[in-house]
Nanobody, 124 residues
Framework: QVQLVESGGGLVQAGGSLRLSCVAS????????MSWFRQAPGKEREFVGG????????MYADSVKGRFTISRDNAKNTVYLQMNSVKPEDTAVYYC?????????????????WGQGTQVTVSS
């Protein structure tokens, strides 16, 4: 059974940092694109960033560029989201996703697997 399990969410003050982790099990994702999305109450799920499987190239939404960093450890089947200089508008449930096609872009339909999400709340 394939599972993606996120962890690391919580309450953080504006300007602080948080690191989310996503551990995959059930199969190897070393050749999969891996991404993070988030969804705030009353809003659609939005792309945060993604990392490729080949050269670990990453891309980010403009709203987080320069503040968030995605990385992956294929040996651990884990992808990370380092969140720095967080803002109240970063408050959302954060989801990890995996695409066996290698896709790591912003379309949710491009992903085969999703985690259950982890809540991030940024206080002002």
């Amino acid at each position: 059974q394939v599972q993606l399990v996120e962890s690391g969410g919580g309450l953080v003050q504006a300007g602080g940092s948080l690191r989310l982790s996503c551990v995959a099990s059930g199969r190897s994702f070393s050749r999969s694109g891996m991404s993070w999305f988030r969804q705030a109450p009353g809003k659609e799920r939005e792309f945060v960033g993604g990392v490729s499987w080949g050269d670990d190239t990453s891309m980010y939404a403009d709203s987080v560029k320069g503040r968030f960093t995605i990385s992956r450890d294929n040996a651990k089947n884990t992808v990370y989201l380092q969140m720095n200089s967080v803002k109240p508008e970063d408050t959302a449930v954060y989801y990890c996703s995996a695409a066996t096609s290698g896709y790591n872009g912003g379309l949710p339909g491009g992903y085969d697997y999703w985690g259950q999400g982890t809540q991030v709340t940024v206080s002002s």
